[in-house]
């Protein structure tokens, strides 16, 4: 079974720009999470896709938007990047009951923001 | 809501001591708890989980914890320490039905010969 799989691995954006970061899904799972840890953070949770729908948001503003696709892959955009952005992004999938059975994280994108 | 509290962000331990990561949650309903490491520029991997039944967990790579109701905790052990285990670990907890984890901010694990 194939893991999670992020891209890009790096990125460098400019203040102000908008960024897409992907994520391919675990084969069998249909939910996709995101979370950014900032450096010497634990990860936060950013927000949650299930059946192409967001399904829980954490604290983060509304320029941080998602999609999920039919295939459960997902997308992460950011837009106008502020320097604070700056930070490792994990995606996880799991099936619909995550929370008992585990996430599966992928290696992330590493986005610098300049 | 609910959050993990990590004291102590390094950790060092010598080679075959024992390695004790302490994990210390806040939950109103009965928790969800999970310990992941990360390694150098990879993303986090699941070391163990508590949900229900049994509360001392084994994991992989020799890890166990314990979880322990009346003191709101969930240890981390290993009784011998190994060079591979230099990393960073990290606390979560988490809820049935609830779609997100609250991780603790982590310990830095380093490993001396």
């Known amino acids: 079974e194939t893991g999670v799989t992020q891209s890009p691995t790096h990125l460098i954006k400019t203040r102000g720009q908008q960024v897409t970061l992907r994520c391919s899904s675990q084969?069998?799972?249909?939910?996709v999470s995101w979370y950014q840890q900032a450096l010497g953070q634990g990860p936060q949770f950013i927000f949650q896709?299930?059946?192409?729908?967001?399904?829980g948001r954490g604290n983060f503003p509304p320029r941080f938007s998602g999609l999920q696709f039919p295939n459960y892959s997902s997308e992460l955009n950011v837009n106008a990047l502020e320097l604070d952005d700056s930070a490792l992004y994990l995606c996880?999938?799991?099936?619909?009951?995550?929370?008992?059975?585990?996430?599966?994280f992928g290696s992330g994108t590493r986005l610098t923001v300049v | 809501a609910q959050s993990v509290t990590q004291l102590g962000s390094h950790v060092s331990v010598s080679e075959g001591a024992l390695v004790l990561l302490r994990c210390n949650y806040s939950?109103?309903?009965?928790?969800?708890l999970f310990w992941y490491v990360q390694y150098p520029n990879q993303g986090l991997q699941l070391l163990l989980k508590?949900?229900?039944?049994?509360?001392l967990v084994k994991g992989i790579n020799g890890f166990e914890a314990e979880f322990k109701k009346s003191e709101t905790s969930f240890h981390l052990t290993k009784p011998s320490a190994h060079m591979s285990d230099a990393a960073e670990y990290f606390c979560?907890?988490?809820?049935?039905?609830?779609?997100?984890?609250?991780f603790g901010k982590g310990n830095q694990v380093v490993v001396i010969p």
């Open positions: 896709y299930y059946r192409e729908e967001e399904n």
């Open positions: 939950s109103s309903v009965p928790p969800y």
């Open positions: 084969s069998g799972h249909n939910t």
């Open positions: 979560a907890v988490t809820a049935p039905r609830n779609n997100r984890l609250a």
């Open positions: 508590y949900t229900t039944g049994a509360t």
């Open positions: 996880a999938s799991s099936n619909r009951t995550g929370e008992f059975y585990g996430y599966t």
